[in-house]
């Protein structure tokens, strides 16, 4: 009775989460009663030293277990997967087929999470064939593992496959694809999945309606998501703080801030991804002012902000031009210690420049211990927003000395450059440099500064053919740009060619009618002119008023 007693406080102590001495305790008593050789225990002892992350002890008592279960393998091989050694994982597994004992279906799903991890699409492959080969094909522990590893390499269409071989998927399946479509911004078939589901009988979870929040990502789709918001509170999951979490996010997204912000206060304690959705949000929305005071609150409430939020609060700070919250939020980054962050003092760069405070940018660019293209295309942005273009190539050369390859936005800052500069020669150079040295192709922006160049040096024909020749659609911005520069040339005919274009794209955007009335007031087409003003105040379309919004530092008397 006493020897039994033994193995029941035994047993009931293996099936504990024990620390790595108690393992290293309980490893000896085992030795000691002649278990060690007992797979049930091996198997134990692999498992407690791998969750205590001694993989040397784990696989020392696989090696020296003469009889091993499947049960055994599958905890090494796992053990190794976890621990990221793929290639030990994948050759316990070779040994594995070589032995009289046969893989099973958590052997084949521990193999195809570690592909997933390892990224290795090549691998899964060979995996799903031994899956199939096994006669596991329709086994659903196999198969969820097989969407779920698809979809994680953005294989959406291989992912659905499986799915729908699947005789009977659960719920943690269809989660996977739901989630799958969601993420690569397939949400309709997200809804048409959450569809058929519902018609299956199978309850959804709080999983599944943050995969489906997961895909909205653009304003247009903003009645979808207030309708899954509104399923979410039928569920009964509108005190989920993960659903919550991502209605916020979604609502952000979709900048209807009034909705995240009322999600976000029926929080009891929001986490920092939530903080930082609400306060992104914000931001995107151009409500710079919110964005600040909610970091504020953030702040208050103890929570520490992480390197991207506070380039994201950072951004706002410059887009209000007003450098004393950016200088507040810098003495904060000093007394977190993470001022050497390469994210957070890039971000320092662009916002001090932007506020007219130049030279700090360069003060903390200095200071910084490692510097990466981010943080030399913010200095680059900067000389050119002060008509600096000669320091801008300079950091340029510095670059290339440096053995760093500039981006396509390293370009256009230096195109900027030579924009506020009026260096249309050199800019003509960068544009080419760009394409065919570095093999970067033209983006938006690159044209949009290309051609205020040829705009400026009066080559308005040149421009625009130019710009017939790019793919359709083109961006607003690029005809703008020609627009704004036959306003600066007083050619009026061009000007009206290019207008009916962009009204033809960007009707609401009033700055263009604006620009047009004073090219026709500039020519003396009063009449023109008075006939877009009008469309303007009748339609109720509105220009923001132009104003200085340069703030710098208060002075005490």
Same mark, same amino acid.
């Given at each position: ?16 989460? +024990? ?83 046969? =893989? ?64 009977? =998927? ?55 998501? +207030? ?35 009322? /999600? ?19 931001? +995107? ?33 410059? +887009? ?12 904060? /980054? ?179 009618? /604006? ?16 006939? /877009? ?25």
């Amino acid at each position: 009775m006493i020897i039994y007693a033994e193995y029941q406080l035994l047993c009931l102590e293996l099936s504990k989460v +024990q620390s790595l001495s108690r393992t290293k305790q309980l490893h000896a008593l085992i030795i000691k009663t002649h278990l060690s050789h007992d797979p049930f225990y091996a198997t134990r002892m692999v498992r407690h030293y791998a969750v205590n992350g001694d993989l040397h002890s784990a696989r020392k008592v696989f090696d020296e277990s003469p009889s091993r279960s499947v049960y055994l393998w599958n905890s090494i091989i796992r053990a190794h997967a976890q621990a990221h050694r793929f290639d030990h994982a994948f050759s316990l597994f070779n040994r594995i087929l070589r032995s009289e004992t046969k =893989p099973d279906n958590f052997t084949y799903a521990c193999l195809i999470r570690a592909c997933s991890d390892s990224l290795d699409l090549h691998g899964l492959r060979l995996v799903h064939c031994g899956v199939a080969v096994s006669g596991l094909g329709l086994d659903s522990i196999c198969s969820s593992a097989l969407v779920t590893a698809y979809s994680k390499l953005g294989l959406v269409d291989e992912a659905s496959r499986v799915f729908h071989l699947t005789p009977q =998927p659960d719920l943690v399946m269809w989660n996977s694809m739901i989630s799958s479509c969601g993420n690569f911004g397939f949400w309709d078939k997200g809804l048409e999945l959450f569809s058929m589901m519902r018609c299956r009988k199978v309850g959804p979870d709080g999983y599944t309606f943050v995969g489906l929040l997961s895909g909205l990502k653009d304003s247009s789709l903003i009645s979808v998501g +207030q309708g899954i918001h509104g399923l979410c509170l039928k569920s009964n999951l509108d005190c989920n703080d993960h659903v919550c979490s991502v209605l916020v996010s979604m609502y952000s997204r979709c900048k209807c801030m009034e909705s995240a912000h009322k /999600v976000f206060s029926g929080l009891f304690e929001p986490d920092l991804v939530t903080w930082s959705s609400l306060i992104t949000g914000y931001s +995107q929305s151009g409500d710079y002012e919110k964005a600040l005071l909610f970091f504020k609150c953030l702040n208050m409430e103890g929570k520490k902000a992480d390197p991207i939020l506070i380039a994201s609060v950072l951004a706002a700070a410059s +887009q209000i031009a007003n450098v004393g919250p950016g200088s507040e939020i810098h003495a904060y /980054v000093v007394r977190r210690g993470i001022v050497s962050d390469v994210m957070v003092s890039s971000a320092l760069i662009a916002m001090y420049s932007k506020c007219g405070f130049m030279r700090m940018g360069i003060r903390v660019f200095e200071a910084m211990p490692e510097k990466n293209i981010v943080s030399y295309n913010s200095l680059i942005l900067g000389f050119g927003l002060h008509g600096l273009a000669s320091e801008a190539f300079r950091m340029f050369n510095e670059i290339l000395r440096n053995g760093l390859v500039p981006d396509e936005s390293t370009f256009s800052a230096l195109l900027s450059a030579c924009c506020h500069s009026g260096l249309v020669k050199d800019g003509r150079e960068i544009f080419r440099k760009m394409r065919e040295e570095f093999g970067i192709e033209a983006r938006a922006e690159h044209y949009v500064h290309l051609v205020k160049l040829l705009g400026m040096e009066g080559r308005l024909e040149e421009a625009y053919n130019l710009i017939l020749c790019l793919p359709e659609p083109v961006d607003s911005g690029i005809w703008g740009s020609l627009l704004s520069c036959c306003d600066a040339c007083g050619d009026s005919e061009l000007a009206e060619i290019i207008a009916q274009k962009l009204f033809e794209s960007s009707s609401e955007k009033t700055a263009y009618r /604006v620009m047009l009335s004073n090219i026709y007031a500039g020519d003396g087409r009063w009449d023109e002119s008075k006939r /877009v003003r009008d469309y303007i105040t009748e339609g109720q379309l509105r220009k923001t008023t132009g104003f200085s919004w340069i703030k710098g530092f208060s002075r005490s008397a």
